[in-house]
């Protein structure tokens, strides 16, 4: 299984979403390595379809894939959470996207 966190230096978020990753991972009793990409300019966030950080794929998947598909650029991400409004993906979305890997 192939887990990426996607991001661009001075996002806020990127340490948290890892951290959440991490836990899910934890929880579900599987151990897998999480890469740290970082996305350092436009050409490289058009080139591999960077909709914002923080990005979470699982093997080459997004989490929550975005609803502007072709809107690439470095730019923080905000996702619709069960809380609300969040710059992490809830850790359920995370979850589910690792089980349907696994199977």
Known sequence: MKIEIL???GCPNHEPAERAVREVLAEIGIEAEVERV??????TAQR???P????IRVDDEDVTPPEDDDQYSLRCRVYQTSSGFAGV???EAIREKIR???A
């Open 100 to 102: 349907e890997a696994m």
């Open 52 to 55: 914002g950080s923080p990005t």
């Open 7 to 9: 991001y661009f230096d």
């Open 89 to 91: 993906p809830d850790k």
């Open 48 to 50: 591999v379809k960077f």
């Open 38 to 43: 970082n996305v350092s300019d436009e050409a």
